[in-house]
């Protein structure tokens, strides 16, 4: 089956499969098995950016059979997924990440394009998971690090709130 993944902004964002119907509003990241879009990250990010971005890559193409390249630079005439920070400001001047915290995030759709960015360390990847898991049901760091598991032996691993670490998702 062929399957183009699209992406449909409106008030909230929804993602949408569908099978060749194209809609003037949406984003395709993917058709046939082809990358439509290009994730995109500042060339000066650190590890944990370049990770989100490697992660962003790696599930998109295990849901649509498509490679998805990661460059530092926005393909014109392509969706561009702007992953961090850096790559944020390369869509929209203004974008700051400014009061998100360590763990804070945004997700914002621009001309053709999607932010998903955070705070440091661990925020932009959070907004790929959140992206993700929120849009295609895919993983989240509760399901790759469950915390009856891992939370006893590696507590720093979940969030503290209130001087007590979360263990719950």
Do not use: C
Request: charged fraction near 20%; avoid cysteine; aromatic fraction near 12%.
């Amino acid at each position: 089956m062929k399957t183009i993944i699209n992406f449909r902004f409106q008030l909230t964002l929804m993602f949408a499969f569908a099978f060749g119907v194209e809609i003037a509003s949406e984003i395709t990241i993917a058709r046939y098995g082809q990358a439509a879009a290009v994730v995109v990250v500042a060339s000066e990010a650190g590890p944990a950016v370049r990770h989100a971005a490697e992660e962003l890559s790696s599930f998109l193409e295990q849901v649509s059979g498509a490679s998805f390249k990661i460059m530092t630079e926005p393909e014109p005439g392509t969706a561009n997924l702007f992953v961090g920070p850096g790559a944020a400001k390369l869509a929209d001047l203004e974008f700051s990440a400014e009061g998100l915290g360590t763990d804070g995030i945004r997700i914002l759709t621009v001309n053709n394009g999607l932010i998903l960015a955070g705070g440091e360390p661990r925020g932009t990847l959070y907004a790929v998971y959140t992206f993700l898991s929120d849009k295609w049901g895919g993983h989240t760091f509760w399901t790759l690090i469950p915390p009856e598991i891992y939370a006893a032996d590696h507590p720093e691993w979940f969030a503290e709130v209130d001087g007590e670490r979360s263990r719950s998702g």
